[in-house]
């Protein structure tokens, strides 16, 4: 699950499924920082929530982008392509 503004850009969720090599799910809120409070103090007092939790289109990891999932032998592939 994905639940931050730095990844509402399509692009960052695209580079962590890559990265991952699994598929991640964005959060629908952008508010999952005060949810995740509330739930907790809610835990502490003994009190039972339960929250439904909407979600946006998964993002699967690119067949064609294996390279991501070894960062460092990514890195080494584009140095070398911009040095040739």
Do not use: F, W
């Not at 990844?7 to 580079?15: C, E, F, K, V």
């Not at 929250?51 to 991501?68: K, L």
């Amino acid at each position: 699950m994905l639940a931050s503004e730095g990844t509402s850009a399509a692009r960052m969720r695209q580079l962590l499924a890559d990265v991952l090599g699994v598929p991640v799910v964005p959060l629908a809120s952008r508010n999952v920082s005060a949810i995740g409070a509330a739930l907790l103090g809610a835990k502490a007092a003994g009190v039972v929530v339960h929250v439904e939790v909407r979600t946006e289109t998964p993002v699967s990891p690119r067949v064609d982008r294996q390279c991501a999932q070894d960062a460092y032998r990514c890195y080494l592939a584009e140095v070398a392509r911009i040095n040739s």
